[in-house]
C-alpha cells in the first residue's frame, strides 16, 4: 500500500514541513543567522508500522521527533495527528491527544527523576492526566511492570540502583502506562550495552504485537533498523533523501548516501572484502545551505547539473523513492526500454 492509494490513512503525516533556528546573538543591523534543521519533510506513517528514521548526526532526525511530538512547532508546513493539525489546538484537545503519543529518549538516567522511586515514577502520568483511582492505578503499575519484563521488588528502588537495560525499561514502562497509540523511540538502545540491545529492541517488537503500537524509530545502527523497521526514511541536511521498504532500501540502495550508509554496516566475516564507501569532505553548514543538491559537495558522482538543480523525492522503482538526478534519470532510462525484469540497483551502488 503506498500514500497515494486511497486507503492509506497515516496517523502520523508531515506535510512539507520546515524548522528553522536563530543561531547566535541577535543582531541589530543584520538578520540572525538561521539553522535550517528541517527543509521541506513531507512522510506519512501508517497506523501499526515502525518507520526508521536514519542518518548522521545533525541531519534533522531529533528536530523531526519534536516537531512529531508538537514540542516543537513548525516554521512552515504541518503535522497532523490522526488527521488533526497538532498547531493551534486548544490546551483541553492537546492535553487529550498528548496521552496518545509518548516518547522513549536516548539516555534512560536523564530520563527518569533520581528522586522518585520506579514505581512513582510509572504512576506519576497516571496522576497527571487525572486517570482512575489510587487503588486501580497501582493494578496498572503492576502490569505494565511485568509487561515490560521487570520484576515487582524493583518498584521502590531509586534509578540509579538499577542497570542501564533495567532504567531503559522504566522509560519504556512509563511511556506505555498511558496505552498511547504512537510511540517516538528517540535513539533508544545507543547508551546501552551491546548484550542488553537485542533484549530492549525484542522487547519493543513484542509490545508492538501486544499493544498495537505505531513507531517512529530513530538510529544510527542500520542492522537494528533493518531488524525491527517496515519502511526506513535518509535523512541528509534536513531532507530526506530516500524512503522504501527496508528489504528494498538494503537490497537496492539508490541514493549514493544510503549507499555508503549501508557500504559501511560491519560484517563478522574478514573474509567478506567488502570496503566502506567513504565520503569525502565534512557535512554542510546547516547555516549556509548548499545549491542544488545538498549532497553534491560530498557525492563522488556529482555532476554539473547537480551544483544546480534542487532533485524532487519522486518514485524511482515501484515503492521506493529518491531525492537523486542520477537514480531518477536511471529510472527513466529503464521505463523507456521497457525493461520488465527486477529493478536493479544503481550503477554506482555498494559492490559486494
Known sequence: MRPEDAS???????????????????????????????????????????????????????TLARLALGIDAPTQGEVLFQGRGLAGLPAKEWRSL???????????????????????QIR??????????????GRIVDAMIDAVG??????????????????????IARALVLRPTLLVCDEPISALDVSVQAQVVNLLRDLQRRLSLTYLFISHDLAIVRHICDRIAVMYLGEIVELADRD??????????????????????PAAG????LL?????????LPSGCRF?????????????????????????????????EAARLQERAGARAAPQTTAWAVAE
Open 296 to 328: 553534491h559537495t560530498r557525492c563522488p558522482h556529482a555532476e554539473p547539473r547537480c551544483r544546480i538543480q534542487h532533485p524532487t523525492l519522486i518514485e524511482t522503482t515501484p515503492g521506493q523513492l529518491a531525492a537523486c538526478h542520477l537514480a531518477q
Open 124 to 137: 506519576e502520568p497516571l496522576a497527571i492526566h487525572g486517570l482512575c483511582a489510587d487503588k486501580e492505578r
Open 150 to 171: 521487570l520484576p515487582q521488588d524493583l518498584m521502590s528502588r531509586f534509578p540509579h540502583e538499577l542497570s542501564g537495560g533495567q532504567q531503559q525499561r522504566v522509560v
Open 274 to 277: 567488502r570496503r566502506p564507501r
Open 280 to 288: 569525502r569532505g565534512d557535512p554542510p553548514n546547516a547555516i549556509t
Open 8 to 62: 492509506y490513512q497515516p496517523i502520523l503525516e508531515f506535510r512539507n514541513v520546515v524548522r528553522h533556528y536563530g543561531a547566535g546573538r541577535r543582531r541589530v543591523f543584520r538578520n540572525s543567522p538561521v539553522v535550517h534543521a528541517v527543509n521541506g519533510v513531507s512522510l506519512g506513517i501508517r497506523a501499526g508500522e515502525t518507520i526508521g528514521l536514519v542518518g548522521e548526526s545533525g541531519c534533522g532526525k531529533s
Open 98 to 120: 498528548r496521552r496518545s503519543m509518548q516518547i522513549i529518549f536516548q539516555d534512560p538516567s536523564g530520563a527518569l527523576d533520581p528522586r522518585m522511586t520506579v514505581g512513582d
Open 248 to 269: 528494498a532500501l538494503f537490497d537496492r540502495p539508490q541514493h549514493p548516501y544510503t549507499q555508503a550508509l549501508i557500504s559501511a554496516i560491519p560484517i563478522p566475516d
